[in-house]
């Protein structure tokens, strides 16, 4: 069964430096996501990427952060200068289209730790 | 802004018991609402997807209801097993427009199943 992947499942970075999450989507999908979750809190939507271009983030989707699918099946999400706060485990998610029909499927995180 | 709560925070039942999971958000104006399993320190598995329009859903031993006007919805899981221990979400998305693509999560219901 296809499946949504992420790598690495744990990455410790101090603080201040950039961070690439990588993804790869179930191939046939076209929408993309990154979402997060703080340790004992709930997860949160960080992005949602269509046709190449951001179609909505949050607001903790600042300039810190960017994304960016460099070819057909990867998808990335970058923070440039990394803080304590951005400590969580970052989920990556994909579906078929845009409508509402469809499921999010989710990948298995990477974890992030910022010392 | 839509709040999704889960009540309870954690659940304990013996095997072979029926039980039912609660999901409350605040905001009728949804899409479709999305229940999914967390094991500890893994990724979301996508368990059932309830459209607005529907009053349930079925797989297995699982059954999701939908009842959008009083803004809830049941996790019914028949017969447990230990294999169903984990911490089970559900997810709301809205009505097409802004905000439209992401989920708004609960904070969950950890469930274990004793043998």
């Known amino acids: 069964e296809p499946e949504v992947t992420q790598t690495p499942s744990h990455q410790v970075t101090q603080m201040g430096q950039e961070v690439i999450l990588r993804c790869v989507p179930i191939?046939?999908?076209?929408?993309f996501y990154w979402y997060r979750q703080i340790l004992g809190q709930k997860v949160e939507f960080l992005v949602s990427?269509?046709?190449?271009?951001?179609?909505?983030k949050s607001e903790i989707f600042d300039d810190q952060f960017s994304v960016e699918r460099p070819d057909g099946s990867n998808f990335t999400l970058k923070i440039r200068s990394t803080k304590l706060e951005d400590s969580a485990m970052y989920f990556c998610?994909?579906?078929?289209?845009?409508?509402?029909?469809?499921?999010?499927?989710f990948g298995p995180g990477t974890r992030l730790t910022v010392t | 802004k839509q709040e999704v709560t889960q009540i309870p925070a954690a659940l304990s039942v013996p095997e072979g018991e029926n039980l039912v999971l609660n999901c409350s958000f605040t905001?009728?104006?949804?899409?479709?609402l999305q229940w999914f399993r967390q094991d500890p320190g893994k990724g979301l598995t996508s368990l059932l997807l309830?459209?607005?329009?529907?009053r349930e859903q079925t797989s297995g031993r699982l059954n999701a209801s939908l009842d959008k006007s009083s803004g809830r919805s049941t996790l019914y899981i028949a017969a447990s097993q230990p294999g169903d221990s984990a911490t089970y979400l559900c997810?709301?998305?809205?009505?097409?427009?802004?905000?439209?693509?992401?989920?708004?999560f609960g904070k969950g219901t950890k469930l274990s199943v004793i043998p």
């Open positions: 997810a709301v998305r809205p009505v097409a427009g802004a905000g439209s693509y992401q989920l708004t």
């Open positions: 905001d009728s104006a949804i899409y479709n």
């Open positions: 191939s046939n999908h076209l929408y």
């Open positions: 309830i459209q607005s329009s529907q």
């Open positions: 990427f269509y046709n190449n271009e951001i179609s909505e």
């Open positions: 998610a994909s579906s078929e289209t845009g409508s509402g029909g469809y499921e999010q499927y």
